[in-house]
Each structure stands twice: as C-alpha cells, then as structure tokens.
C-alpha cells in the first residue's frame, strides 16, 4: 500500500528505532502518519503527526490514534490520504480566492469607486463562493 501512495515505509522495527525514525523524520521537516496495532507502537503514535490504529488493537494503543480504522484493511488510509490532499487543496483555493478579491475589491470600494452596497454584495458573493467551493469535499466518495 505504501508503495501505491508513494509513501516510505519501516516494518518489523523496535519501539526504540520506530522513535529514532520518527525523530529523524521530523528533524528533517517531513510529516509523519504512523499505522500502529500494539502497545509497542504507543511512544511513536503519540508523537506522530497523524497516527492510525486497527479496531482490534488495545484501548492504550486507540486512545493515542487520531484515526481509528473499522476494519481489518488497511485501505482507508488511502482514502485519509486522499481527502487531506483534496481539503489541501480546497483551503489553498479558498484562500487564494478570497486573498484576490480582497485585494482589489477593498482598495475600490475604500477609495468610493463603488458603493457600499455593492462592496457588501460583491462580499457576499465571494463568501457563497467560497463555501460552495467547499463543499465540493462533502460530495466525494471516499
């Protein structure tokens, strides 16, 4: 699955070396999500970024998960990967968007070459935009 994702991934590792790995991979400004089932992997799945856990595992090692897997497949990690790209994405759209419009649309409205009531439309509109835009996320199947 790792390799689907273009993802590096450790196997058969000791608590020790899963948190030496972490510790590297951090310093190194890379972002981390952590798969963990036992209570050897408690340590690294608190001090991931984004750490997963099987419904099977124990109650210490799911209290330290940010995302708990239903099943016994690992597949919806790809879709978890999938959406945090496509939210990713969205906010930079968004945020783009509304940096734009502020940028000319203030300055306009401030120096009286349009009026207020079209300033307040026009601010209406760019935030129907971005919520429309938004929940694009909620129609994708996962």
Known sequence: MATRLGI????????ESKLAVLARARAGGRRVLMLGDGINDVPV???ADVSA???EA???VKSRADVL???RKLTPVVD???????TRRVI???LGWALAY???????????YMPPWLAALGMAASSTLVMLNASRLLTRSA
């Open 8 to 15: 590096a991934y450790l196997a058969s590792q000791t608590p």
């Open 102 to 112: 502020n940028l000319t649309a203030i300055p306009i409205a401030a120096l009286g």
């Open 53 to 55: 856990a099987v419904v």
């Open 69 to 71: 897997l239903l099943g």
């Open 80 to 86: 978890l990967i999938d959406i945090a790209r496509s």
């Open 58 to 60: 124990s109650d210490l």
């Open 45 to 47: 799945l608190a001090g």
């Open 92 to 94: 930079r759209q968004n």
